[in-house]
């Protein structure tokens, strides 16, 4: 039974890159022999079975889990399912639900390709390249840490000036953060449950090994600072923690329960690595809660979110909360996919469709207590 | 006369608005900073050069350039405009020597195989603002100006002539 969900669960990856190409954008020059135009002529049929794989995902993810509780997936199945997810959604079309490994690119191409300062001349000033055809913030600086730019060096030049490899480099860069994320993951908790928790959610699926999303290398650069505290080394840790700031700069947050991290140490005090987690996930909350006072939230920020919440999934309403809140994050670009536009009614349904699922679980999360006073699920 | 009205009226559009409408430039110049005398200025001079290594690459010198001759003449303007002849005068001849560098950074930056084509017409848009407020000052100021520092030589400013030298510069970049 077990292999047959398994061979399911491939053929949808599968069905999921092919699904990723009808959103190919009209002016990628470098693709035009794939472009249907059926994401932007076929909006209803497109937001169909956009749905429909957001819920078989994360039907996917919700026996997966339900099959650890119930000892059924082992450590080889899990190792199984992240790297055939690893493997295939790679060679999706990363432009499905955002356009910001484009502006990776282009920032990457004004520091290494231009020589010009990405914080001072923005890509539009270089009339007639090819990447503004496509590209949707060209009349912005660079907005991510010098660090993440400086990084960023590294597939742009090993792509040799080939737009299409460079835009694979650039995945399989963040890719490999993702894979050294889950193996914090391991190393901090030492319980598969949650590598399987986050490797597995569709929310990092989708927006860190689809959209590649620079945030796993800001998440994975933090974890790795509380690894080495685990492990007293202050400094090292400080470095990692200014690192991962120099990547995105949402981790300054992380200054809060790296500070009651240092002061317990120094005070000799026990420290609570639950309630570190508990901190950081607070902290980052913070940050994502703060989103609309620049822009909105963007459903990959709630990755910085998850990282914490799957260190410390005894937490069960922590845990459902952080499943559905992925779930009711990714249906915000429903709204935009059917209309194709973010304004008029766009902006509420997205606001309605990111909160009213959660209110709705916390409601009869409350009243499931208050009549069987027991828990949803138990963990082993 | 009354069917003669509108033809004059016509005619004295053409004559008098398209003049008014040509010597503004579209180019907007930034609000004066800080002004010379105080430790503000002193910050906003180590500013300037620290921001010099920011600004790298030749769109980004050109970005630079501009921005601080841009800065030095509302400086120098604002300055004029107090009787601060000696200080408006440095402002004006540093306004001057930046703006000499933009068109340099541009043609390297067509060397490296950059489009300049839109810089160019900001450049041609920033000589013609500056034409326009140097040609103001020029009006006036007065043409030399006679500076006798403590216990030294008396220097003649030739405010004039520094005023002609920058709108040289500029219409040689419009």
Known sequence: MKKIFFTIYILFLIAIVGFSYLFIDPNLIYLKHLYTGFAFQKKLYTTLIFIFLLIISFSFYILFIYLYVRGKLFKKDLIFLLSVSIFILPFSYPAMLSYDIFNYIATAKVAFFYHENPYIIMPIEFTHDPLLLFMHAANKVALYGPLWILLTGLPYLLGFGSFLLILFLFKAFVILFFVGTLLIIWKLTKNTFSVLLFGLNPLVLFETVISGHNDIVMVFLFLLAIFFLRRNKMILSLILLLASILIKYASLALIIPFGYLFYSYFKNKKISWDKMYLLGAGAMTLVFFLAPLREEIYPWYFTWILAFITLIPKHKFLLLISIVFSFSLLLRYIPFMLLGTYFGPTPVIKILVTFMPIIFTTFFYILYFLFKKKSLFKIK | ?174
């Open chain 2, 1 to 174: 006369m009354k069917n003669k009205l509108p033809s004059i009226l016509l005619l004295f559009l053409f004559l008098f608005l398209p003049n008014l409408v040509i010597a503004d430039s579209p180019y907007v110049l930034p609000y004066p900073s800080a002004m010379p005398g105080g430790i503000v200025y002193k910050i906003h001079l180590a500013w300037e050069k620290l921001s010099q290594y920011w600004y790298f690459g030749d769109f980004g010198q050109f970005d630079y350039n501009l921005k601080e001759s841009d800065k030095y003449l509302v400086e120098a303007k604002t300055l004029f405009e107090y009787n601060q002849y000696l200080l408006g005068y440095n402002a004006l001849q540093k306004s001057n020597m930046y703006f000499m560098l933009t068109l340099p950074d541009l043609e390297t930056a067509k060397n490296h195989g950059k489009d300049i084509t839109d810089k160019r017409i900001l450049l041609s848009q920033a000589a013609d603002k500056h034409i326009e407020i140097l040609e103001k000052l020029k009006m006036e100021v007065p043409l030399t100006f006679t500076w006798q520092p403590e216990k030294s030589n008396a220097t003649v400013l030739n405010i004039k002539s520094l005023i002609d030298f920058g709108i040289g510069i500029r219409q040689k970049y419009l």
